[in-house]
Structure formats: structure tokens, C-alpha cells
DNA sequence: TATATTTTTTAGGTTTGCCTAAATTTTAAT
DNA sequence: ATTAAAATTTAGGCAAACCTAAAAAATATA
């Protein structure tokens, strides 16, 4: 499998849950930063290939098969950003990029030691559940923490706004992967939460409630 | 750079030590197993970039800039045998295919900080030396075990041979990165060698203890 | 030295993955 | 229902990196 079609395996998958119908070339091209002519032209290799089902004009989706080799991609991306950020000093932001080279790397030996190597982590640092080797998924409760109530706790595992200025607040606050964060009360008026962090009280804007994701 | 860039160049600094006046595009393409056709092709490019000097028919020569290329690709190279070899459970014939991917992955910051995880090596598992960022490389005082005497001593710093017969040789008979070798005694007839390592007494063949290198 | 052999280059072709522009189909609007 | 707009596909091209076969140059041999 080439390093493109792997790509457009993972970006089909990515989309499937927002597109449950059918992807279609202008979502996909647009996703991937290419223009409609070249998705079609890979779909259809994709559908010859037997990994995905694609109509004419009605857009793709995922084969088992297809869905199998997306969930590896995703397994190589998400053990990749837990290395980098938990062996190496990278931050939230500086992961992506990175794994997304490191994910086409072909060798199931690495991938396998890898995951050793890691303790057999069950989520990435953005909180994401990691696939098996088989592609089975553990599905996780993700909350945002505005979706909390008073008396709720949760585990930060990320967020949904990488502006330096969001993360910069995130680390004034010394709000980071894995603080938990106890729900004491929120306003009525604008939504705003009084939570506990560390046994330091914090008053947290609506907005960056909305921005933070937890485990609960 | 592309993958493709990075393999000529590091294949012709290889090349070079051995064919210091031009590396023939037969050799370059035998080393790279393509067909000197495509070798042509390439140099010309690279010689329309700067990094190496071409003349029709003459061969080809690294300028500095394309040493210095070299050289950041085999510091990849090595840092990421290092890593496969000293952090995953690989051994000595595993790791070259592998770190030939990884060399390839674009990240200044990945490679610094791969660096300072492994702890500055200074050598390879093989015992070659990784060059520093600027491509500095340490030349150290190895011989091969056939040049030692009944008698002498050596620790086991690299091979010469990387092919997987030779490694997996190594691996069975236990013959590792700091293995204390000790010279026994040498057969006149055909320059076998019978040696100790680690109270265990064993015959190399002259091929052996020409492709062993050791610090004496 | 002249010829034969080998090496290297040139010329033209293939595949992958991208593109633009034009044609087609679907969807939306009148 | 018909037409206008948007999305999709098709057709034809381009660049990278490979290939084969033929031409040209260098080297070896008689």
C-alpha cells in the first residue's frame, strides 16, 4: 500500500463518522488539501483494490477490509504521538506532523515493540483510544467539560483549540493531560464553572470549558 | 529532498571511500539496484542542485554541501539504529531495514530530541560513528579481529558485513556490541582463529575476523 | 593501431499521483 | 417542470523515478 492511499484510507475513515452516508470527492479532496479530479481518480483504485464501495457520483465508503487497514494507520499515528510526547519532549501541538510521517513506516516488528515499549498505552495524548493490533477500538466517554455537572469529575486527555493562546492560558493554569478536574458549581448567567484543580479552585469561562476534553 | 535525493546521496558517500576519484554510475546503480540508465538521471539533478560535481563518463563526486546532506541523513540513520537496538527489543540484523525508513522522516526537532533520549551516542550498534549535527564525524582506532595476535585482547565495537547471515552469525554464537574477544590461537593453514568470548572457546574463519572490528 | 568489448548516455516509455479544463450528472431554485 | 448552480467525472497533461533499447564514448585486446 503506497503512502497516498494509506492517506486517503485514514482521511475516508476520519470523515465516515460526520458523512455516515458516503464521502464524497469534494469533502475528501478539501480534507486532503487535493482537488475532486485526483479523489476520484483514487477511489476508484481504493474500489477496484476491494477496500471501499464507491457509486459514481454518490460518494465512498469504507469496505471491513478498508476499515481494517485505516485502523492500523490510525493505531502506527496514535502510538507514534504517545511516544513523542511521553519519551520525548514535544508538546500537544508539535505531535501531529510528526506522526503523520512516522504512521507509514512498514514494519509490524517496530509497531509491535513500540507498543511494549509504551506500557501498551490504551490512549493517545490527545485522549484518542488506540486500536488494537486486530483494529478493535475501545470506545471512550469524551466528554467536554462544559458537559459536566456539579459534583462530576474528569480526566483531562485534550483539547479542541490549539491557539497558543489557549494553550498558553492551558499552562498558566497548569492545566495539562491527565489533572483532574472536579465540577464544584456552575452560573446559571453565563455558564461559567468553578472547579478544582489540584486543590486550587479556578473559575473557568464558558468558552474554555467548551475547548476541554475530558474522561470522566 | 526527496527519499529517492537522500539514497543517492548517501549511497555515493558510501561509495566514495572505495572509489575516492568518482563513483561510476555502474556502481552507484549496482549499489542501489536500479540500472545506471536511472543513476544518470539522477546525478544530473543533483549536479544541477549543487550537491555533487558530475562530468560525463567520469563518474561522480560529493561537492561539501552534499557531504554535509550525507551526513545528516547517516546521523538518522545511526541515531535511529541506536534507538531500535538499545530501546526496542531488535537485534543487529533487524534494525538496517527499518532505520533505512526512518532516516527519511522530516523533523529537526525529532532528531535532537531522539538525541538526547539515547544519551548522545557517540557509535551505532554496528560501532560506526554518528556524526554530530553539523556532520562531524570521530574517526576511532578500530582493527579487525584478524589483525590481532595470540594473546591480545579486544572488545567487539562494529562489523563490517551487514548482511543478515553475517548478523544472525553473530547473534547465535552471542557475539555482541562489547564483547571481550581474546585471541587464542591461529590456524597457519587458513588464518582461522580460535578465541574466547565469555568463557566460551570458538573458531572464526578468516571471513569472520575480517568483518569483526574490535577496540584493542 | 585498429577493432572489439564494456561502460555510459540518450531517447522514448511506464506508473503514480497530482493538476486544469471541459463534459456530465445531481441538486436547488424558479 | 424547467432551468440554473453546484458537484462530480472524464480527458488530457505534468513531474518524479524508474525502465529498455539504441547510440556514443571509453577502455581493453589483438
Given amino acids: 500500500m503506497t503512502f497516498s492511499e494509506e492517506n486517503y484510507l485514514k482521511s475516508i475513515y476520519a470523515l465516515q463518522k460526520e458523512h455516515p452516508k458516503g464521502v464524497s470527492t469534494n469533502v475528501l479532496s478539501k480534507y486532503l488539501d487535493t482537488k475532486p479530479a485526483s479523489a476520484t481518480e483514487m477511489i476508484k483504485k481504493l474500489d477496484e483494490k476491494g477496500l471501499v464501495h464507491y457509486q459514481p457520483y454518490q460518494g465512498v465508503i469504507l469496505k471491513d477490509s478498508g476499515a481494517v487497514s485505516a485502523l492500523k494507520i490510525i493505531r502506527k499515528h496514535r502510538l507514534w504521538e504517545t511516544f513523542l510526547a511521553n519519551k520525548l519532549d514535544f508538546s500537544w501541538d508539535e505531535i501531529h506532523d510528526v506522526a503523520e510521517q512516522l504512521e507509514h513506516i512498514k514494519s509490524d516488528k517496530l509497531i509491535r515493540e513500540l507498543d511494549k515499549f509504551l506500557g501498551y498505552p490504551k490512549h493517545d495524548p490527545h485522549g484518542d483510544p488506540i486500536p488494537d493490533e486486530e483494529g478493535n477500538v ?17 480526566t483531562c486527555i485534550g483539547v479542541n483549540d490549539t491557539s497558543s493562546s489557549f494553550l498558553q492560558f492551558l499552562d498558566q493554569q497548569n492545566i495539562r493531560l491527565g489533572s483532574v478536574i472536579h465540577i464544584l458549581s456552575v452560573q446559571e448567567f453565563d455558564k461559567s464553572m468553578t472547579v478544582r484543580i489540584d486543590d486550587r479552585e479556578l473559575l473557568l469561562s464558558q468558552i474554555a470549558t467548551e475547548h476541554i476534553y475530558v474522561r470522566v
Fill in 138 to 154: 475501545v470506545k471512550m466517554e469524551k466528554k467536554r467539560v462544559s458537559q459536566l455537572n456539579p459534583g462530576d469529575i474528569g
